[in-house]
């Protein structure tokens, strides 16, 4: 039962690469999120995604970019990687009709150098 | 705007004693409110929610929430500690400005249980 799973676990980038961080769930749900979580900030909005097709922005969206091509899929794409997007980024789902219980992914840890 | 507030950073509780985790609301309508767990170098767990009823809300792992309408409180208790409820403990509430599944979440009170 394999959840939500968040590629890579890990990933260090260099100033202005881009990259994707890639989240997959297999619980048919239609609710996907993309959290950061910093020391002494809690974790914090990215994006959001009701459906296939339907993306929105939530707290902090700007250097992020998201997708919702599947069910399935929901990538955030950093466009050019600065130092403040050094984080731990969780993808998150749940189905509409379940408010709030969130099935979180492991994690992916990325530093900006 | 909706928002939570875990006023403390660190509890310290002994093995066996009870604990509380302290959470703060303020939301403009009815309140739905979370409570997560993560354990190092992983995702957050569900712990429980209070939607509606009781006031008293059971969760998973032996833990139980007082809902405090007065007050706008919902802490987090638990009759005895073990030393595997050591972990970080987040509050959130359901966002009422965008979609229903987003949550707002406070910085998170770290628990450390010791033997």
């Known amino acids: 039962n394999a959840g939500v799973t968040q590629t890579p676990k890990f990933q260090v980038l260099k100033t202005g690469q881009s990259m994707t961080l890639q989240c997959a769930q297999d619980m048919n749900h239609e609710y996907m999120s993309w959290y950061r979580q910093d020391p002494g900030m809690g974790l914090r909005l990215i994006h959001y995604?009701?459906?296939?097709?339907?993306?929105d922005q939530g707290e902090v969206p700007n250097g992020y970019n998201v997708s919702r091509s599947t069910t399935e899929d929901f990538p955030l794409r950093l466009l050019s990687a600065a130092p403040s997007q050094t984080s731990v980024y969780f993808c998150?789902?749940?189905?509409?009709?379940?408010?709030?219980?969130?099935?979180f992914g492991e994690g992916s840890r990325l530093t900006v150098l | 705007a909706q928002s939570v507030a875990q006023p403390e950073d660190q509890v310290n509780v002994a093995e066996g004693n009870p604990l509380t985790v302290k959470c703060t609301y303020s939301?403009?309508?009815?309140?739905?409110l979370f409570w997560y767990v993560q354990y190092p170098n992983r995702g957050l767990q569900f712990l429980l929610k209070?939607?509606?009823?009781?006031?008293l809300v059971k969760g998973s792992y032996g833990f139980e929430a007082e809902f405090n309408k007065s007050q706008t409180s919902f802490h987090l208790k638990k009759p005895s500690a073990l030393v595997s409820d050591s972990a970080l403990y987040f509050c959130?509430?359901?966002?009422?400005?965008?979609?229903?599944?987003?949550?707002?979440f406070g910085k998170g009170t770290k628990l450390s249980v010791k033997p």
């Open positions: 209070y939607i509606t009823g009781d006031n």
């Open positions: 939301v403009s309508g009815n309140p739905y």
């Open positions: 998150a789902s749940s189905a509409m009709a379940d408010t709030g219980e969130l099935f």
């Open positions: 959130a509430v359901r966002d009422d400005g965008g979609s229903q599944g987003n949550l707002i």
């Open positions: 995604s009701v459906g296939a097709g339907i993306t």
